[in-house]
RNA sequence: GGGGGAAUGUCCCGAGUGGCAAAGGGGGCGGACUGUAAAUCCGCUGGCGUACGCCUUCGUAGGUUCGAGUCCUACUUCCCCCA
């Protein structure tokens, strides 16, 4: 497949920002892009009430198909999401009931509108639950209508389900027929919508293209496949894996400081990659950032961390947070928009272990931790490291009103007494 | 259908003789060094308690034992061999 010279507007911009893992039909794509004739959609399960910056350039995919006059769709895995997808998970997850399901999907919704325009026009995106037509498929005409299509011995093969396999982990029926269910939304997108374009992580190739076929099976219809590789830091880590857990994008689950220090702690190797995934920057002016020399390259990182946080939050979020930033690590002064816990005052009077303070702003993850952190000289109080753990903060411990409190030299928290 | 093996710290991989909160990696966190980077070095990495301590962990459920990850039985899942 060489995929060196794309002319339409749409892949050039995926190839040039480095979305692009695989593509099916790589030169119908490229017509069918250039032609504007694009719908493509990307199907995000509900297991969690948000996304996380693991998810962020699938969004972000829909954003560059929007932006090259494509139409994108946006699908709630309300049904799929009852099954679970088996792609690289050791063992089947609990099953969500249908409540938590719809309860996610709530939640879920909100970010979308940052980073698509919806509506009824032509390239305007729209959103749908796949829960409308998977939920109403009765057991026997969908393996008669579907059924058929698939053999197990491709199945088998499929990476999803190889891994599986290969790894001496069980994989219930149930799951096996979660690629069916892909492939049915796609062709039930493609009837609706005229849906011809499915997009996604490299783990959902094979699942992409069980659709991909179906429709040009069943419908004689054209269909594509365009998966982005799977990121990764470039010393190997998961993406958007930190400290407190998974970076969400939901704002009352991840601050938007957090949101923004979480770019600003990008590693020197990757500013260039994500600002061009993850931002709308112009490429040349992305070039020139990526290629400060040294320590000049923190500015690249801040450009990245004010660009992405502004989009998902908001400007005014995003100077917040960078003012916070600026505040806390270059002038090491306090600032009131660093993120604040609130105590009462009555139990600040009466001493409050640090440890428990520690724990309860969130700082670690149990009194324990917040202890061995204290040993190791992590823990810090008004900037003074604090090897008791145990000590009781008071009253006394209070600088304008406010303690603060620090796990390492990035997770900083103020407490105020209320 | 028969025979043999395997499941370990809920992030992963992986040692483990009846006394084990359980070796060692990776990852993560913290410290030093830097540029809020990487690499490197050092420390920490089940929960609760100020503390001698208590509680919960080795696929699931029982049993033997003063004591079980370690032995026995049944079950679940996986691998290999024979049919």
């Known amino acids: 497949m060489s995929d060196a010279a794309f002319k339409s507007e749409f892949l050039q911009a995926m190839q040039a920002r480095g979305y692009i893992h695989s593509i099916s039909h790589p030169v119908e794509l490229d ?22 910056v693991g998810s962020l350039i699938q969004v972000m995919m829909l954003r560059r198909l929007q932006q ?9 895995g309300g049904g799929t999401t009852k099954v679970g997808d088996p792609s690289d998970k050791d063992t089947q997850r609990p099953l969500l009931t249908t409540e938590q399901i719809q309860a996610n999907i709530a939640s879920l919704k909100t970010v979308f509108a940052k980073f698509l325009t919806f509506g009824d026009g032509p390239t305007d995106a729209v959103m749908v639950d796949n829960a409308d037509w998977l939920d109403a498929l009765g057991y026997v005409e969908f393996l008669r209508e579907f059924g058929v299509h698939f053999t197990i011995n491709r199945m088998l093969a499929f990476d999803s389900v190889k891994l599986r396999l290969d790894r001496e982990q069980p994989l219930t029926f149930l799951e096996f027929n979660y690629m069916l269910m892909q492939a049915v939304d796609f062709l039930e997108l493609e009837r609706r919508h005229g849906c011809n374009l499915q997009m996604g992580g490299s783990d959902q190739w094979g699942n992409i293209l069980n659709g991909v076929e179906l429709i040009r099976r069943v419908d ?46 990008t590693e020197d190797a990757d500013v260039g990659r994500f600002l061009r995934l993850f931002t709308d920057l112009p ?11 040294g320590a000049e390259i923190n500015a690249a990182k801040k450009r990245l961390a004010d660009e992405t946080t502004r989009m998902l939050h908001g400007a005014d979020a995003a100077e917040t947070a960078a003012r916070a930033a600026e505040a806390a690590f270059e002038q ?6 660093l993120p604040t816990v609130e105590v009462k005052a009555a139990d600040l009077e009466a001493g409050i272990v640090l440890a428990a303070l520690a724990h309860d702003a969130g700082l670690t993850g149990s009194r324990g931790e917040a202890r061995r952190l204290a040993q190791g000289g992590g823990l810090r109080v008004n900037d003074k490291a604090e090897t008791d753990a145990n000590r009781a903060v008071t009253t006394a411990d209070l600088v304008e009103g406010v303690i603060k409190l620090a796990a390492g030299k990035k997770k900083i928290v103020l407490v105020r007494p209320v």
């Open 31 to 52: 017509e069918a892009a250039a032609a504007r004739k694009l719908v493509g959609y990307i199907g995000f399960d509900a297991t969690a009430a948000s996304l996380h």
């Open 68 to 76: 090259a006059g494509g139409k994108p769709i946006v699908v709630m």
């Open 220 to 265: 004689q219809k054209p269909a594509f496949a365009l998966t982005t590789p799977l990121l990764a830091t470039a010393s190997g880590a998961k993406m958007g894996k930190t400290v407190a857990g998974a970076v969400w994008l939901n704002a009352d689950m991840r601050s938007p400081y957090d949101y923004w220090q979480f770019w600003r702690n």
């Open 283 to 293: 490429l040349d002016e992305i070039a020139r950032l990526e290629s400060l020399p």
């Open 332 to 337: 090491g002064r306090l600032s009131d928009d």
